[in-house]
């Protein structure tokens, strides 16, 4: 094993999913933008997770035996996850805020999947040999445009970009990376909190976690293919039970 990677996919995704929950929780406990020490130290610790997330889009395109089933099952769960998000949001109001832009909100209208998912087609559209340079250029525009309403904005899709069309030059790949994420802290500083826009900056704290990746899922066949599926069913089941207490309570 090379020096320093002592981390697997799986423990990865688990460092991703704990770092999600207690972001997650901050947003549900503390509304708003809180500048308290304690929300804001959780927030930072969930910086960790939509970097993890985009690297192993990316990675899933590298590995994946079947990319059309691999799209397909990320779009699934980004309409899975859509309705759990918003049930979670503080933009809940009934049931119409199912609804994306019904009650004339632009940004948060849908989850991080649904970027996601559209990270890996973008992916797939820049490394396409068969797709000319013009057409490549405008399908990722148009799909930062479609992504822009979710979480992370098109951010999360470009990240995948990025990292998949640099796989094994992982300088080049945080690089980049970075410089998407800073394209976000501005327009978050500016348009809508100046503090959370900084914030935003705490991704750079996934960079020497994901430098530890050893490139390989873990030793256990069983517990691989439970990792497999354990983040689908846990992103949008988690929200589901906050947005639930939140209704309770």
Same mark, same amino acid.
């Given at each position: 094993?090379?020096k320093?990677k002592? +981390?697997?996919?799986?423990?990865l995704?688990l460092?991703?999913?704990?770092a999600?929950?207690v972001?997650?929780?901050?947003?549900?406990v503390f509304?708003g933008?809180?500048?308290?020490?304690?929300? $804001? &130290?959780m927030?930072?610790i969930?910086r960790?997770t939509c970097p993890i997330?985009?690297?192993f889009v990316a990675?899933?395109?590298?590995?994946t035996k079947n990319?059309?089933?691999?799209t397909?099952?990320?779009?699934?769960f980004?309409i899975?996850s859509?309705f759990?998000y918003i049930?979670a949001?503080?933009?809940?109001i009934?049931?119409?805020?199912?609804?994306p832009f019904?009650?004339g909100n632009?940004?948060?209208q849908?989850? &991080?999947?649904?970027?996601l998912?559209?990270? $890996?087609?973008? +992916?797939r559209v820049?490394d396409?040999?068969?797709?000319?340079?013009? &057409?490549?250029?405008?399908a990722?525009? $148009?799909i930062?445009?479609?992504?822009?309403?979710?979480?992370?904005?098109?951010i999360?899709a470009?990240?995948i970009m990025?990292?998949?069309?640099?796989?094994?030059?992982?300088?080049?790949q945080?690089?980049?990376?970075?410089f998407y994420?800073c394209l *976000?802290v501005?327009v978050y500083?500016?348009?809508?909190?100046? &503090?959370?826009g900084?914030?935003?900056?705490?991704v750079a704290l996934?960079?020497?976690v994901?430098s530890?990746?050893?490139?390989k899922?873990?030793?256990n066949?069983k517990?691989?293919?439970l990792?497999?599926?354990?983040?689908y069913?846990? *992103?949008? +089941?988690? $929200?589901?039970?906050?947005?639930l207490?939140k209704?309770?309570f």
């Open positions: 094993m090379e320093g002592i +981390l697997n996919s799986n423990q995704k460092i991703a999913i704990l999600m929950t972001d997650h929780i901050a947003w549900a509304s933008y809180p500048t308290e020490i304690l929300p $804001l &130290v927030h930072i969930g960790l997330m985009c690297y990675e899933g395109y590298h590995y990319i059309n089933k691999y397909a099952r990320l779009f699934a980004s899975i859509h759990a049930f949001s503080e933009g809940y009934d049931a119409k805020s199912f609804i019904y009650y632009f940004l948060n849908t989850s &991080v999947m649904w970027s998912a559209w990270g $890996l087609v973008m +992916l820049a396409s040999k068969k797709i000319k340079m013009p &057409v490549k250029v405008l990722i525009i $148009l930062c445009v479609v992504t822009l309403p979710s979480d992370w904005s098109c999360a470009l990240c990025a990292i998949g069309t640099n796989r094994g030059n992982f300088k080049k945080m690089t980049w990376m970075m994420v *976000y501005v500083f500016f348009a809508i909190d100046a &503090v959370y900084i914030l935003q900056l705490g996934s960079i020497p994901l530890m990746y050893n490139g899922r873990g030793s066949p517990i691989n293919k990792m497999k599926w354990f983040f069913i846990y *992103y949008p +089941l988690h $929200l589901g039970i906050i947005g207490l209704y309770c």
